[in-house]
């Protein structure tokens, strides 16, 4: 069955940077893109940015730009994101999400989720 | 900019009932649309894609319909597990959720 699990919660001082990994199973990790999710303290969900496990090609969300870095590890079949000069506003539950249903294309919907990391940034 | 907004923002029926949700768009999505169920404390779930597409496990009380701008998912007999926020999103441009549905069940 597919799962993508995720990396533990973290809390951070304001200007440093978090990486979170994720890492699937039960599927072919190069066949699936992989997109960030965050979710703010009762808010509602913000996409991020994506990869393609294959090539390592990227996409970001504008506000995400310079900010956040993803990236994956074939070898190790694991997609980390990284977020750097945290602000207590960064501080959110991260999703890692596979593109689905479709097996290559991008399709930009995300039929399975990993369990979440919440991410705390405070002094 | 597409701006997806969900109406109502809270919906409380009984069990049985039919729920009603609505997503509309600032400009036309075409078919590209999915909705997500959350429950507390965990992950999104996909429901319905490309409008009107069960994912796998989708439970077929939910249907999904619409295209353009305008989108309605139907939960046809309320289950006491259905109480969730439910999310729409479209894929064309960001931000791509709307601001959720919170479902409670009476």
Redesign the interface.
């Known amino acids: 069955q597919v799962q993508l699990v995720q990396s533990g919660a973290e809390v951070k001082k304001p200007g440093a940077s978090v990486k979170v990994s994720c890492k699937p199973s039960g599927y072919t990790f190069t066949d699936y893109y992989i997109h960030w999710v965050r979710q703010a303290p009762g808010q509602?969900?913000?996409?991020m940015g994506w990869i393609n496990p294959n090539n390592g090609a990227t996409k970001y969300?504008?506000?995400f730009q310079g900010r956040v870095t993803v990236t994956r590890d074939k070898f190790f079949r694991t997609a980390y994101m990284e977020v750097s000069r945290l602000r207590s506003d960064d501080t959110a539950v991260y999703?890692c999400?596979r593109d689905?249903?479709d097996r290559g294309d991008l399709?930009?919907?995300?039929?399975f989720?990993?369990?979440?990391t919440l991410v705390t940034v405070s002094s | 900019e597409i701006v997806l907004t969900q109406s109502p923002a809270t919906l409380s029926l009984s069990p049985g009932e039919r729920a009603t949700l609505s997503c509309r768009a600032s400009q036309s999505v075409s078919s590209?649309l999915?909705w997500?169920q959350?429950k507390p404390g965990q992950?999104?779930?996909?429901l319905i894609?490309d409008a009107s597409k069960r994912?796998?496990g989708t439970p077929a009380r939910f249907s999904g319909s619409g295209s353009g701008a305008d989108f309605t998912l139907t939960i046809s007999s309320l289950e006491p597990e259905d109480a969730a926020v439910y999310?729409c999103?479209q894929?064309d441009n960001?931000?791509?959720?709307?601001?959720?549905t919170k479902v409670e069940i009476k």
């Open positions: 509602g969900l913000e996409w969300a504008q506000k999703y999400a689905g249903p399709r930009f919907y995300f039929d989720w990993g369990q979440g | 590209y999915a997500y959350q992950a999104p779930r996909l894609y994912a796998t999310y999103q894929r960001w931000p791509p959720f709307g601001g959720g």
